[in-house]
């Protein structure tokens, strides 16, 4: 009871929460297909850290927009929407500007992100902390570790089934020590909307079912926060947490 209990409260980190900081089908990374940056490097005789500013912007455009009959409502999410999207395109302008060693490319972005998705998900099934480490920053490596830690000799079998709708950029910042200079360190951070089908399997020693089910295939919809270093070469994008969408205020 107590394995199953644990099981339960650890398994929104995969299936259905939100919250914030938490957290293949053949992962490309564990075959060694694709590599990852690693966290602490030398590079030019100092050592280059990922700095921590939190997620600049948790914005997220609801899912519908209010008729416009109710018209107090219906102008303030456009006029959100219209400013999210204002600094959306200055976010993509000073990370192409400011990014030293990547060329900025949104289909590319994406197409990346969402296979760093599935890995994550993948090694956080399988309990692969090495890969997860490479995969995300610190505070998202942390508490899915910690939820690790948690597991009572059980076996997690996850499974995704691909895409609902294709993943969508809904929110980008760059912050960082040298305002619109070229020189100085940089980040970016982009939220992508992941609407996606998943199983999920959980096993005990003798292989029988103690949660979940491997053939209930649900509708998972996340918003996760990528970031990179813009001035840093050998840097990748990595999952820096994850944002819930707030209820809209009037």
Not at 68 to 78: A, E, G, T, V, Y
Not at 83 to 110: A, D, H, P, T
Not at 159 to 179: F, L, N
Request: aromatic share 10%; hydrophobic share 35%.
């Amino acid at each position: 009871m107590n394995s199953l209990r644990a099981i339960q409260r650890v398994a929104p980190a995969l299936m259905l929460a939100n919250r914030v900081n938490r957290v293949p089908f053949t992962p490309a990374v564990a075959l060694g297909i694709r590599g990852y940056a690693t966290r602490h490097r030398q590079s030019e005789g100092k050592q280059i850290l990922v700095r921590d500013y939190g997620v600049i912007a948790n914005y997220v455009p609801p899912e519908a927009t209010p008729s416009i009959s109710d018209f107090h409502k219906w102008r303030l999410i456009k006029w959100r929407n219209m400013r999210n999207s204002v600094q959306n395109m200055l976010g993509i302008g000073l990370i192409k500007y400011k990014s030293l060693y990547e060329k900025w490319n949104s289909g590319r972005f994406l197409s990346l992100a969402e296979e760093t998705y599935k890995d994550m998900n993948s090694a956080f099934a399988r309990g692969d902390r090495h890969l997860l480490e490479e995969v995300c920053l610190d505070a998202m490596y942390s508490n899915l570790k910690n939820d690790l830690k948690k597991r009572n000799n059980v076996t997690w079998e996850w499974q995704y089934h691909g895409e609902v709708e294709a993943p969508k950029i809904v929110c980008v910042r760059c912050m960082g020590t040298s305002g619109f200079s070229k020189t100085g360190f940089s980040i970016g951070q982009v939220t992508v909307r992941m609407h996606t089908k998943q199983s999920l399997a959980v096993y005990d020693k003798k292989h029988r079912l103690v949660g979940g089910d491997p053939n209930n295939v649900q509708h998972v919809k996340e918003y996760v926060v990528f970031q990179r270093a813009l001035t840093d070469p050998e840097d990748a994008w990595k999952v820096y947490g994850k944002v819930t969408p707030t209820e809209q205020k009037f």
